[in-house]
């Protein structure tokens, strides 16, 4: 089986393959200060609740954002797991995919393992947007080129900033987008404002790119806000949750197979 993890400012996600099927996955909460043997602790737990044997685990492949992550991973890999972990980069990935960033190793990784899923399964020019900490627009040629793309505060964290700066308006717990656009009170107009605000952006950037992009391009989200938003949204087409993970095994695969 396979163990891939994705470590996000916020949340790390972990699932585990067998083979091509993703058996199991969690999203926990990034936590910087812990231990190899904490998190060992806790990987655990995890794999005891499904009835999942971490003996059979023969492979594992990290992307993180989170330097911290880097050294607790590994050394939980190599000490209770007994694998060294593949970690992505732009050169582990190069022979996937062409990164035409000036500096390719300032692209996240995620977003260049999201990028190779997607491509692998769409095989067209496309923009995935993934709302994480932060909300960013990866740009994918027809040929399967990394272009570029764009960074935006994140949904929560421009909520957040929202809150602690207005004093006087009230915190608001987005599960769902209200029945209109123009609020009768002050938190259906904070909740509209959040979350068809965020659509009109997306929906905006996504017009800019794609008429630099002179395509069509297919338009994908992903990331834990990707359904709330994408219901506002008129340019999102598909939600695909599993990308990152699923990129994450196309890599390991590529890597294993030597081409």
Same mark, same amino acid.
């Given at each position: 089986m396979l163990l891939v993890i994705d470590?996000?400012? =916020?949340?790390t996600v972990i699932g585990v393959y067998n083979d091509d099927t993703l058996e199991q996955d969690w999203r #926990? &909460?990034?936590? &910087? %200060?812990?231990?190899? %043997? $904490?998190?060992?602790?806790l990987a655990n737990s995890l794999f005891a609740d499904k009835n999942l044997e971490r003996e059979k685990i023969t492979k594992t492949i990290i992307? /993180?954002?989170?330097?911290?992550?880097?050294? #607790?991973?590994? +050394?939980?890999? $190599? &000490?209770?797991?007994?694998?060294?972990?593949?970690?992505?980069?732009p050169d582990s990935v190069k022979k996937l995919m062409p990164i035409l960033y000036n500096n390719p190793n300032e692209v996240g990784p995620d977003r260049i393992v999201n990028a190779i899923a997607a491509y692998a399964i769409y095989k067209t020019?496309?923009?995935?947007?993934?709302?994480?900490?932060?909300?960013?627009? %990866?740009?994918?040629?027809?040929k399967g080129e990394y272009l570029g793309g764009a960074i935006v505060p994140g949904v929560m964290i421009s909520s957040e900033a929202l809150f602690q700066k207005a004093s006087r308006l009230p915190r608001v717990e987005i599960f769902k987008a209200?029945? &209109?656009?123009?609020?009768? %009170?002050?938190?259906?107009?904070?909740?509209?404002?959040?979350?068809?605000?965020?659509? +009109? !952006?997306?929906?905006g !950037?996504? $017009?800019?790119?794609?008429?630099e992009m002179e395509?069509?391009?297919?338009?994908?989200?992903?990331?834990?806000?990707?359904?709330?938003?994408?219901?506002?949204?008129?340019?999102?087409?598909?939600?695909?949750? /599993?990308? =990152?993970?699923?990129?994450l095994k196309i890599i390991s695969n590529f890597i294993e197979n030597g081409s």
């Open positions: 470590v996000g400012n =916020t949340n #926990i &909460r990034t936590i &910087r %200060d812990t231990t190899a %043997d $904490e998190f060992n602790i992307s /993180s954002v989170v330097p911290s992550a880097v050294p #607790i991973l590994n +050394a939980f890999c $190599e &000490r209770y797991l007994k694998l060294t972990p593949t970690w992505i980069n020019a496309m923009i995935i947007i993934d709302f994480g900490t932060a909300t960013t627009f %990866d740009v994918i040629s027809s209200p029945g &209109r656009v123009i609020g009768k %009170d002050t938190i259906e107009s904070i909740k509209s404002g959040i979350i068809y605000g965020n659509a +009109a !952006m997306v929906d !950037m996504v $017009e800019r790119m794609a008429k395509t069509k391009p297919k338009i994908l989200a992903t990331g834990g806000l990707a359904p709330l938003i994408a219901g506002a949204s008129h340019t999102i087409e598909k939600i695909e949750q /599993s990308l =990152t993970l699923d990129g």
